[in-house]
């Protein structure tokens, strides 16, 4: 990552002993279930699903008017794809204790595949696992370690989506330079206004048909942000995090393994390192120079492009995000996107689909690209609805070989 003017003190690198300990350590655990991963919300009721589309500041009716979704082809309000980070976020450090070896955990991709929309009242769960622990070397040849989790999600108990999230456990860099927070000129604040007051709205009931898209076609620009403390906090709500206080709080931290630390500022020693990314006191224990979005809320922005941009009649089957850069407290998030391929596919059922991908883009008001992300969407076309649910992988007509069961 590229920033510039200052720099910040760090632990001393860790040494490849420490790593090779680590890794150690973590592969005990590689194969059952992440065990500082909590669970969220149970159901995809209208309070959840409310609070989950405010975080995301998503004004898309289908997720957030009840008469609105009965009368579209859906028959009912929806949740967002995204919304099962609120029953279980992926985002797993392998419950090891990265305070002691100085490293700090950052999200650097998120993968979810959806069979099927989420309908309001679905009863959902979900569960983590650490997939691997491998040692790495970053571009400098400094070494780290990945963990890969994965994660499935089911409705009464029948799969419903699947997911991948890797995360890099990487030293404090001493030598990392980082950046104040954003202040807008008044040439930064008009250009902004006037692409807020004229946004184009949600695609919403418009159908985007596969027959009228075309590979180079470009979608709008989605604006988010300045981001403020308010909306990280609402995000802690939105993923169905547990905020409890006293004897509860420490009980809580106790049974997630690698989530408690001392809090730098205070010492007090029940403090959950995770906070750091909403604490502008010890934000610099996450290795930040000031409060940021977590990978969840990314991810759940990119998601909310593609279905602004696909419409209600469409589905989003897949969404893979790469998150090169933190979104920082201040910042804005500008969203594009481009068709880069589109394709008939058929299910494992024979079902037969009308496939697009797009990629989805997140540059933030200094030009550097803050996400990465790819979509594999099914669009409607004329006499042909999409067919759901979706049944095991996808084999493009007469292209390539059929994707993995599921996508992943």
């Known amino acids: 990552m590229t920033h510039d003017t200052q720099t910040q003190p760090a632990a001393a690198p860790v040494a490849d002993t420490a790593i090779e300990e680590l890794v150690l350590a973590g592969t005990r655990i590689v194969g059952h279930l992440a065990p500082d991963v909590e669970a969220g919300v149970g159901v995809a009721s209208w309070i959840n699903v409310s609070r989950f589309v405010e975080a995301t500041g998503d004004e898309n009716p289908l997720y957030t008017d009840v008469q609105y979704g009965a009368g579209s082809v859906h028959h009912t309000m929806l949740a967002p794809p995204a919304f099962v980070l609120a029953v279980r976020m992926p985002d797993s450090s392998g419950g090891l204790d990265l305070d002691r070896y100085g490293l700090l955990d950052t999200v650097r991709t998120l993968r979810l595949t959806w069979d099927d929309t989420i309908r309001l009242g679905d009863p959902l769960t979900g569960r983590v696992e650490i997939g691997a622990l491998a040692r790495h070397h970053d571009e400098r040849g400094r070494p780290f370690v990945r963990v890969t989790s994965a994660a499935d999600y089911l409705r009464h108990g029948v799969p ?49 048909f596969w027959s009228d898209t075309a590979v180079g076609d470009t979608g709008p ?29 420490h009980e809580r931290l106790a049974g997630l393994p690698g989530r408690q630390i001392t809090n730098p500022v205070t010492g007090w020693p029940a403090w959950d390192r995770t906070d750091a990314w909403l604490d502008s006191a010890a934000a610099h224990t996450a290795g930040l120079p000031a409060p940021a979005a ?51 596919a058929t299910d494992e059922a024979g079902h037969r689909h009308h496939v697009v991908t797009l990629r989805v883009t997140g540059v933030n008001q200094r030009h550097e690209t803050v996400l990465d992300c790819a979509a594999t969407v099914f669009l409607p076309d004329r006499g042909r609805m999409v067919t759901l649910p979706v049944v095991g992988g996808l084999a493009p007509l007469g292209g390539p070989a059929p994707e993995h069961p599921g996508g992943e």
């Not at 989605?222 to 006293?246: C, H, N």
């Not at 809320?297 to 850069?325: C, K, N, P």
């Open 294 to 344: 977590r990978g969840g809320l990314l991810f759940s922005l990119a998601g909310q492009y593609v279905t602004h941009w696909m419409g209600d009649d469409a589905f989003l089957r897949r969404l893979e995000a790469g998150i090169l850069r933190p979104l920082l407290y201040g910042d804005a998030l500008r969203l594009t996107g481009t068709v880069t391929d589109r394709y008939p």
């Open 221 to 249: 620009t989605l604006l988010k942000g300045p981001l403020s403390l308010a909306e990280l906090m609402v995000w802690v709500f939105a993923e169905g995090r547990p905020v409890r206080a006293g004897n509860l709080h």
């Open 160 to 208: 419903l989506a699947r997911g991948a999230c890797e995360v890099d456990l990487t030293p404090h860099d001493r030598d990392r330079p980082t950046r104040p927070v954003h202040h807008y000129d008044n040439a930064e604040v008009e250009r902004m206004v006037r692409e807020l007051d004229t946004e184009e709205p949600p695609r919403g009931g418009r159908p985007r």
